[in-house]
């Protein structure tokens, strides 16, 4: 028995398949969803969502967003969704000191959730591109 799957982002459908088990980083911690879950709304936090079909296992990192499940159908829409081979070292490197530097400075909290919001996404993309390497 399978859950059908689409993460979608203001840019593009990221993905689309019927899938065996997803699990999403919610606010509150890892959710894992298989087929007949119960329906459910909950608010996604900047992480991997990992998608198993069969015995393969696929890793995106996402930016926050939301999970919707339902019956046949799970959605998730996020602000960025990326594959590991999308993703570029020196840039998220590069996201990172930005968003350390102006976490230094005297900045409103607005800016300030902006940056930690922008660290915690290069966190997780460095992540995913480690977990690649050593897959590879």
């Known amino acids: 028995m399978q859950i059908n799957l689409e993460i979608v982002t203001p840019e593009r459908i990221a993905y689309t398949d019927s899938v065996d088990m997803?699990?999403?980083?919610?606010?509150?911690?890892?959710?894992?969803?298989?087929?007949?879950?119960?329906?459910l709304f909950a608010q996604l936090t900047e992480g991997e969502v990992k998608i198993s079909k069969g015995n393969q296992e696929l890793f995106l990192a996402i930016g926050g967003g939301f999970i919707e499940v339902m019956p046949k159908k799970v959605m998730i829409l996020v602000t960025k969704a990326m594959y590991a081979d999308e993703l570029n070292e020196t840039e998220i490197n590069q996201a990172k000191i930005q968003a350390l530097e102006a976490l230094k400075q005297k900045i409103t909290p607005q800016e300030k959730i902006i940056a930690q919001a922008m660290l915690r996404q290069s966190i997780v993309d460095l992540k995913l591109l480690r977990k690649r390497k050593i897959h590879h």
């Open 22 to 39: 997803i699990t999403v980083p919610g606010v509150d911690g890892i959710l894992g969803i298989l087929p007949r879950h119960a329906p």
